[in-house]
């Protein structure tokens, strides 16, 4: 081969390398443009829109796997809506790690939370006026006031932040803040900052994120919502972002593929406890009555606890594995001062830099 031919050769292979390259990057999307997606959904409310920008403020909601299990129907007109009820989406279950919908009925609690807030917004006044296993019916008047509720306007902003915090405590009077904002008849907090106890609930929630991802059937689960890159995610509008967890984008036909070779259950736990460890503090939440009604209420408090945070630039996010592994729960509770308890939520917070955004569906798919 002359020097001529080995010089075409090597222009053809750079030529082709740039070429796969631009096309692996444009199927995946950009982060950029994600980004601008991503706060366009949350956008500041408009009050002259109507029930839909409460609505819209509702799906921004934490939910568990970002499936987003609900449909929202109105009663009344959008401008002056007098209930809007919220109702579980069958299709969006996740039965492997949610076998009884616990985490879908907290889930709507936190939505109904949001929504509720939201109306303050607009100066309407909402009660929670039923919640059971069909769904959680808010009912809606005229304040009298324009006051909005403070909690309202962190709706935008809060986030689940899985990076590590800053593990210096917080002051007295915020850990008092989140907890006044946790507390709603029917549920029990237990804020846990002392080095003892949360040295024993890392060992539980590394118990627990070992045995989930040794589990096939919890790992399947949890592939079906896995979103590789912004494309993905902005084409679906749910899942869990790999953004979101600081890993990096993949095209979606590799995706899956390199998430069942990155599966390291012990490493992945490792992980777990430095971010608890790595976090000022953790909180525990139980709800009175272990049925629907009792975790939508429970739903509700862990929302206004998240807002309490972020209104204070505190970061929150969730680390249930003890949770959902049904045979770590009774230590747990019993870690809480609460034996014989079923412990529905265990979340973290701290100081800590913003990750990127979450997807959501359009307020046009959620509206039965
Ligand atoms: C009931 C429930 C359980 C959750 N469990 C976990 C969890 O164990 N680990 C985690 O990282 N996030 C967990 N999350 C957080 C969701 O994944 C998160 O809310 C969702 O992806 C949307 O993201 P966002 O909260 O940033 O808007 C849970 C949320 C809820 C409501």
């Known amino acids: 081969m002359n020097r001529r031919t080995l010089?075409?050769?090597?222009?053809?292979?750079?030529?082709?390398?740039?070429?796969?390259?631009?096309?692996?990057?444009?199927?995946?999307?950009?982060?950029?443009?994600?980004?601008?997606?991503?706060?366009?959904?949350?956008?500041p409310l408009s009050p002259a829109l109507g029930a839909a920008e409460w609505v819209r403020y509702a799906t921004l909601a934490a939910n568990s796997?970002?499936?987003?299990?609900?449909?929202?129907?109105?009663?009344?007109?959008?401008?002056?809506?007098?209930?809007?009820?919220l109702m579980p989406a069958p299709d969006r279950r996740t039965p492997v790690v949610d076998r009884d919908d616990h985490h879908l009925h907290v889930s709507l609690g936190c939505a109904a939370e949001n929504l509720l807030l939201a109306a303050t917004l607009s100066a309407q006044a909402g009660t929670l006026e039923s919640a059971g296993p069909t769904g959680v019916r808010c009912a809606f008047t005229?304040?009298?006031?324009?006051?909005?509720?403070?909690?309202a306007e962190a709706i935008p902003w809060r986030q689940s932040t899985r990076a590590a915090y800053d593990p210096q405590p917080l002051a007295p009077a915020e850990l008092a803040q989140l907890e006044q904002a946790a507390t709603l008849p029917g549920v029990d907090v237990v804020i846990l900052t002392d080095r003892a106890r949360r040295a024993r609930l890392r060992d539980l929630v590394v118990a627990g994120n070992t045995a989930q991802w040794r589990d096939a059937a919890f790992v399947a689960e949890v592939q079906q919502w896995l979103r590789f890159n912004p494309a993905q995610a902005m084409a679906r509008g749910d899942g869990l972002y790999s953004a979101t967890t600081g890993n990096p984008s993949l095209p979606a036909w590799l995706g899956p593929l390199a998430f069942r070779l990155a599966v390291r259950p012990a490493s992945d736990s490792a992980r777990q406890a430095a971010l608890l460890d790595a976090s000022a503090g953790a909180v525990l939440l139980f709800a009175q009555q272990d049925n629907a009604a009792g975790w939508v209420q429970v739903g509700r408090a862990s929302q206004r606890l998240q807002l309490a945070a972020t209104r204070l630039d505190v970061r929150t996010s969730f680390l249930n594995q003890p949770v959902e592994v049904p045979s770590l729960r009774a230590e747990l509770a019993v870690l809480a001062g609460l034996p014989g308890r079923r412990p529905d939520l265990v979340l973290r917070f701290g100081r800590g830099p913003r990750m990127p955004w979450s997807p959501r569906r359009p307020v046009a798919q959620v509206l039965a």
């Open 65 to 85: 796997h970002n499936t987003q299990p609900w449909h929202f129907a109105l009663d009344g007109s959008a401008a002056r809506p007098r209930a809007i009820t």
């Open 7 to 43: 010089l075409a050769a090597g222009v053809g292979t750079a030529a082709l390398a740039a070429a796969i390259a631009v096309t692996w990057r444009r199927g995946m999307g950009s982060a950029a443009r994600y980004d601008t997606w991503a706060r366009g959904l949350r956008s």
């Open 142 to 151: 005229a304040s009298g006031t324009s006051t909005a509720h403070a909690l």
